[in-house]
């Protein structure tokens, strides 16, 4: 089996920065695209951003110039700047496996004051 576990998020002002990470262990042959998507209350999960084996990156438009991913094989980060309200959510990592599928982390709250 595998796991990602997530670390990081929190409470920022608005205009601050934070940085989760996420990590793949356990038996992984290999991993295809690696993301974070972002989720609120009564709202559907949506993607934040993604990036594939190769290194090739997809953002959300609401994030473009402010997030960065970025992948070391089985880790995952996203470096959050300029923070805004709406941008409070809980934060899912994911991940393809080659072998496992779709796997997802448990979560980690990011709260946005102003």
């Known amino acids: 089996q595998v796991q990602l576990v997530e670390s990081g998020g929190g409470l920022v002002q608005a205009g601050g920065s934070l940085r989760l990470s996420c990590a793949a262990s356990?038996?992984?042959?290999?991993?295809?695209?690696m993301g974070w998507y972002r989720q609120v209350p009564g709202k559907q999960r949506e993607l934040v951003a993604t990036i594939t084996s190769g290194g090739s990156s997809n953002y959300a438009d609401s994030v473009k110039g402010r997030f960065t991913i970025s992948r070391d094989k089985n880790t995952v980060n996203l470096q959050m700047n300029s923070l805004e309200p709406e941008d409070t959510a809980v934060y899912y990592c994911?991940?393809?496996?080659?072998?496992?599928?779709?796997?997802w982390g448990q979560g980690t709250q990011v709260t946005v004051s102003l």
């Open positions: 356990g038996h992984i042959l290999s991993i295809n695209a």
């Open positions: 994911n991940a393809q496996f080659a072998i496992w599928g779709t796997k």
